[in-house]
Nanobody, 116 residues
Framework: QVDVVESGGGLVRRGGSLRLFCAVS????????MAWYRRAPGKEREMVAI???????TYANFVQGRFNISGEVGKGTMFLQMDNLEPEDTAVYYC??????????WGRGTQVTVSS
């Protein structure tokens, strides 16, 4: 059984920073990529950043150099360093794992709240 767990969310003020962490456990997966998504209240889920074993890192336009993804994707660990946070970044952040056989796994999410 595969388990994807996020941590590191919390409450910060505008301009603050948070570091999210995602870890995959429970099974030996052949991971193709890991990604961070987010869902803000009343909005659809959107991609934040993707880290691929083969293709490197990709960021959403709204990140604008404020976020950085790191970790060992092939080993199922990933960080998301978020700096200069804005209230618009308030959302539940989810970790998504995709294997090389295109099986998707999602975590349960971690809440990020940015106050003004």
């Amino acid at each position: 059984q595969v388990d994807v767990v996020e941590s590191g969310g919390g409450l910060v003020r505008r301009g603050g920073s948070l570091r999210l962490f995602c870890a995959v456990s429970g099974s030996q997966l052949n991971i193709q990529n890991m990604a961070w998504y987010r869902r803000a209240p009343g909005k659809e889920r959107e991609m934040v950043a993707i880290s691929s074993v083969q293709r490197g890192k990709t960021y959403a336009n709204f990140v604008q150099g404020r976020f950085n993804i790191s970790g060992e994707v092939g080993k199922g660990t990933m960080f998301l360093q978020m700096d200069n946070l804005e209230p618009e970044d308030t959302a539940v952040y989810y970790c998504r794992v995709v294997t090389k056989t295109l099986v998707f796994y999602w975590g349960r999410g971690t809440q990020v709240t940015v106050s003004s």
